[in-house]
Nanobody, 129 residues
């Protein structure tokens, strides 16, 4: 069993940065690949980024590649999403999720996030223009 709690969301101006954190409880955190997803109002959930259990492999959505960086610290049971050069279209609720498969598998789940093992409740990111 893994419980996930996101933090770090807020209001930021376009061009700014935020770092999201996802704290996990449970002894098996390092066994899971992790993903970040987002859902904007009126839109479907979309994949943002994924990372392998040891942090060695990462995947990104085209819309965030080069601006966002996913990382993890297994000693702290935490996964991060560093978001730079934020745009108004990045406004969404951001969710972290854990899965027992691979980062690659997370990146291609359809619909996005389908079948992930555990989810957090999300944190709101609002980017003003």
């Amino acid at each position: 069993q893994v419980q996930l709690v996101e933090s770090g969301g807020g209001l930021v101006q376009a061009g700014g940065s935020l770092r999201l954190s996802c704290a996990a409880s449970g002894r098996s955190f390092r066994s899971y690949a992790m993903g970040w997803f987002r859902q904007a109002p009126g839109k479907e959930r979309e994949f943002v980024a994924a990372i392998s259990w040891n942090g060695g492999i990462t995947y990104y959505a085209d819309s965030v590649r080069g601006r966002f960086t996913i990382s993890r610290d297994n000693a702290k049971n935490t996964v991060y999403l560093q978001m730079n050069i934020l745009k108004p279209e990045d406004t969404a609720v951001y969710y972290c999720a854990a899965d027992g498969t691979t980062a690659q598998a997370i990146s291609i789940k359809s619909p996005a996030g389908h079948g992930m093992d555990y989810w957090g409740k999300g944190t709101l990111v609002t980017v003003s223009s």
